[in-house]
């Protein structure tokens, strides 16, 4: 089997977590952009995106490119929602896998936000959720986690959450 790593990273989050997972499966880790001429080099593709109002960024043009025709696809993707979140992370899949695309393996990382890396309409996006939240009464316990998360940049990235996804390729060899 011959893998290689493509990643969709807007604040460098994605990035990360890519450069783990090629560095674990002794792999390479491309952007989209420089992966877009050599893909077809690999039976694998291991495919990441961070979560961008609920859509995996750069997903859909991954899966519309004749490039990964024939090729065996693994999804990641990164957000700020918990890896406790077993529901909102189903939500995650479902918003963004047909039906005839839930057979592809999914897995979900944990990163946070990194305001100072994002771009100017994405963190004004996040601010007004936050000021929307603010004036809201009778918060409840998702939204008051919601708030604290877009108070401020916070990075919980953790190269353990990994595990599965390389045990799932490893198993593939």
Known sequence: MKAIV??????????KYGSWI????GCKAFSMKEAKKIMMNYDTIIFGGGIIAGKISGLRKMKS??????RR???????????????KIMEIKNGNLTEEEKEIPFFYFETGINYEKMSLPM???CKMIYKSLLKKENKTEEEMGMMKLFEKSSNHSNKDYIRPLIEYVRGLQ
Do not use: P
Not at 73 to 87: N, P, Q, R, S, V
């Open 65 to 70: 490119s004749n490039r990964i025709k024939g």
């Open 123 to 125: 963190k004004s996006m």
């Open 73 to 87: 696809l693994i999804l990641f993707a990164t957000g700020a929602t918990k890896m406790e979140d077993a529901h």
């Open 22 to 25: 090629a560095e674990e499966l």
């Open 6 to 15: 493509i990643y969709s990273s807007k604040t460098g989050l994605t990035q």
